[in-house]
């Protein structure tokens, strides 16, 4: 059985409530939790976007046993490396080792707002392989140097480390990021329970290493109320990841799904209260050779009768999987 998580969806909650939200994931019984980092939302309609690492810290010390981790952080434009690499170390020192950085090659809807546009796909690949080295390199401790096509860092160094280097999760959507998550990577992270995805990894050098996913549900008594606010909230996802990464703006991602209709929405995001409809979709996963899954529940609205379910129904269905 895969270990369910908890996503902290910085993109729709403001900040004091997704801490709120980690403690009440912890004490629910979720296995760890995740948290989205962004600048934008995907929609305008979900309304935040709080800087995730203010937001880690302060609930690395609001909770206790719940392991944490980024899902995912860009290093390659909007942070450099070395600060990724800097405030990771930070956060496993806060977190008493309970911390996975999550690393993406990102997406342009995040990465623009620095003003230095956004590069072709092989490109950002080859800026995130040398990301991943210099965060590793950092992570040894001591004075570091290190030369690159798209990055530098001059005797730099981390003087706060845990006992423990920082676990890196290596998000991957094709073949070429495969390779860099087998390679650099602790683990992999990906969106979709893609098995030929996860035998790559392996059989690139990821075999035994955990594989992250995330699903969406959308938890409301009344299955219609669910739909709309899937709809309303969740419709930026049928595009796909190939129009994700590229779209710049909240309203560009408004423009593309104007024809994406409710139950489009609903074929993706298991909506309602049927514990066995998630079951189902978890399946998928860990029949994917997914180790780790992380639910996020759509909207705000329901927060709070979210985890209830979760606690009575949904995660005692999912341990019996």
């Known amino acids: 059985m895969a270990e369910i998580g908890f996503t902290l969806m910085c993109e729709q909650t403001p900040a004091k409530e997704l801490v709120a939200d980690a403690v009440a994931a912890e004490r629910t019984g979720f296995d760890y939790a ?7 939302p995907w929609l305008e309609e979900m309304g ?3 800087y995730a690492w203010s937001v880690l810290g302060a609930v690395a010390q609001a909770t206790e046993r719940l392991p944490l981790m980024t899902y995912v952080t860009c290093p390659i434009m909007r942070y450099h490396p070395a600060v990724v690499a800097q405030k990771a170390a930070t956060m496993g020192v806060l977190s008493d080792g309970r911390f996975t950085l999550g690393v993406g090659a990102g997406e342009n809807l995040n990465e623009h707002v620095v003003g230095h546009g956004w590069p072709p796909v092989n490109t950002r690949h080859d800026m995130f392989r040398e ?19 798209y990055f530098d860092i001059d005797s730099a160094r981390l003087f706060d480390l845990p006992e423990r280097p920082v676990p890196i999760a290596v998000a991957a959507s094709g073949e070429q990021s495969a390779d860099i998550a087998a390679e650099l990577g602790d683990g992999l992270v990906a969106t979709d329970p893609d098995g030929s995805l996860v035998e790559k990894f392996a059989a690139s050098g990821g075999e035994g290493k955990p594989v992250y996913g995330q699903l969406a549900v959308c938890y409301d008594p009344d299955k219609d109320a669910a739909v709309e606010r899937a709809h309303r909230m969740w419709r930026w996802s049928v595009a796909g990841w190939k129009v994700m990464s590229e779209l710049p703006a909240p309203v560009n991602f408004a423009a593309a799904t104007e024809t994406v209709r409710p139950e489009d929405v609903a074929e993706k995001v298991p ?3 049927d514990a066995g409809a998630v079951v189902e979709a978890v399946r998928q996963y860990t029949e994917a050779g997914f180790t780790h899954l992380a639910l996020v529940q759509v909207g705000r609205e329901r927060q709070r009768e979210f985890f209830e379910w979760s606690e009575k129904e949904l995660l005692p269905a999912l341990r019996d999987l």
Request: charged share 20%; glycine share 12%.
């Open 131 to 149: 990301a991943i080295e210099v965060i590793k390199e950092l992570f040894q401790g001591g004075y570091r140097n290190y030369r690159g096509e």
């Open 271 to 273: 909506c309602g209260a």
């Open 48 to 50: 935040h976007s709080p």
């Open 34 to 40: 995740v948290i989205s980092d962004h600048y934008f």
